[in-house]
């Protein structure tokens, strides 16, 4: 029997879990997933946008505008560092891994990304493209030996996720 010819890639796959994974963000505005994969392509751990352990989200400042103490950014976590921080396993796992993200790093997940010992990043989107914050990501993966690259789907369709039976 011929295996079947129409499954998806490891890239594929694992860009579909971050992507999942933005899911579960309350963000009104963006929702971000991470997924981070070691360098054998197992899932070591995922991540999204949104409030602190403790912070109630609906209590959370989900505002982009106004008195900074009064909007998310002062308290969100990104995807990319949740992911890190969510692991539980030997941080040693990370050397040489790569991570998923729908979002460009910005240069604050792009430091911890870097200091936790992933090596490839795999975006989809680089919508802060030229901003600062994006220019410094850029900057900081390149002097410190960490590949990024824009994800494309070589499907010409969308890959469709059932929830029902």
């Known amino acids: 029997m011929d295996q079947r010819s129409d499954y998806i890639s490891w890239d594929e796959y694992f860009m579909s879990i971050a992507i999942l994974s933005a899911k579960r963000s309350k963000d ?6 991470a997924c981070i994969v070691s360098s054998d392509n197992r899932i070591l ?10 912070f109630d989200d609906e209590k959370f ?8 103490l009064n909007t998310k950014y002062m308290y969100v976590c990104h995807a990319e560092l949740n992911a890190i921080l969510n692991y539980r396993g030997n941080r ?5 891994g ?3 993200v729908d979002l460009f790093p910005c240069n604050e997940c792009a430091k911890a990304i870097i200091q936790s010992g992933i090596k490839k990043v795999i975006y989809l989107s680089d919508k802060y493209n030229a ?10 993966f390149s002097e410190c030996g960490v590949d990024y690259v824009q994800f494309v789907s070589k499907r010409d369709e ?3 996720i059932s929830l029902k039976k």
């Open 45 to 54: 751990a995922c991540g999204y946008n949104g409030a602190p352990n403790g």
């Open 98 to 100: 790569k991570i998923y």
């Open 61 to 68: 400042p989900w505002k982009r505008e106004g008195n900074p």
């Open 158 to 160: 969308d890959i469709v």
């Open 92 to 96: 040693k796992d990370f050397e040489g």
């Open 28 to 33: 009104p505005n963006t929702q971000v997933g």
């Open 131 to 140: 901003t600062e914050g994006n220019m410094a990501a850029k900057k900081l």
